[in-house]
């Protein structure tokens, strides 16, 4: 069982719908919690971190925690087709650097 | 904003020859790290360093040094580069966040060893 599981998609959405991408994790003693966005060819960019379990908003994204069942996921509104990249979920164990990534989901924004 | 620099974004090297990635972040970031990605495997962590002189073998070490001789800088060295060293090299370094480490990646570099 990897450690951190993501769905490699490609998931289609059109622009303006809302965007889900998920990540199970499988170590419980995990504490934070990080999304990553990388554009083809780049480098990853960290957009969103959630420490606590609930919803954590910021701008047209939000991120959601439910450490019972060990599932994080990222929700994108109102999709724009620059938000078409691949999306990193990483966990960090015990708040150290020991940061687990998942293989990455391929989002694409079709106008 | 967070500032990691890496030496080169593209390298093509001989099998055999030895390579050097180098990556700076101006940050004064105790914390660096070497990561490989390959298409669905992930980042898999090479090594990291938490201070000067200090260095720990993450996942995949084999075929793989550091070097930390400066706060602001971390050198992976491929002592004899192999073709399934062929990857995307990320450099990152981490700063406390209040409540985690957070990790900022440098740009990457892609090598092609042939």
């Known amino acids: 069982q990897k450690e951190v599981e993501q769905n490699s998609g490609p998931l289609s959405v059109p622009e303006g719908a809302i965007a889900s991408l998920n990540c199970t994790y499988s170590?419980?003693?995990?504490?934070?919690f990080f999304w990553y966005r990388q554009y083809s060819g780049k480098s990853p960019e960290l957009i969103m971190s959630i420490y606590s379990n609930g919803d954590k908003e910021d701008g047209r994204f939000t991120a959601q925690l439910n450490k019972a069942s060990q599932y994080v996921s990222l929700l994108i509104r109102d999709s724009q087709p620059s938000d078409s990249a691949t999306y990193l979920c990483?966990?960090?164990?015990?708040?150290?650097?020991?940061?687990?990534f998942g293989a990455g989901t391929r989002l694409t924004v079709k106008p | 904003d967070v500032k990691v620099t890496q030496s080169s974004r593209y390298l093509v090297k001989r099998t055999g020859e030895k390579v050097f990635l180098e990556c700076v972040q101006d940050?004064?970031?105790?914390?660096m790290f070497w990561y490989r990605q390959d298409p669905g495997l992930g980042l898999r962590l090479i090594y990291f360093?938490?201070?000067?002189?200090?260095?720990e073998k993450g996942d995949i070490p084999e075929g793989y040094s550091v070097s930390r001789e400066k706060k602001e800088r971390f050198s992976l060295i491929l002592e004899s580069a192999s073709t399934n060293q062929t990857s995307m090299y990320l450099c990152?370094?981490?700063?406390?966040?209040?409540?985690?480490?957070?990790?900022?990646f440098g740009p990457g570099t892609r090598l092609t060893v042939t």
């Open positions: 990152a370094s981490s700063l406390w966040a209040g409540a985690s480490y957070e990790q900022y």
């Open positions: 940050m004064d970031h105790e914390n």
């Open positions: 360093s938490y201070d000067v002189k200090m260095k």
């Open positions: 990483a966990v960090n164990r015990d708040n150290n650097n020991d940061m687990r």
């Open positions: 170590d419980r003693v995990s504490q934070s």
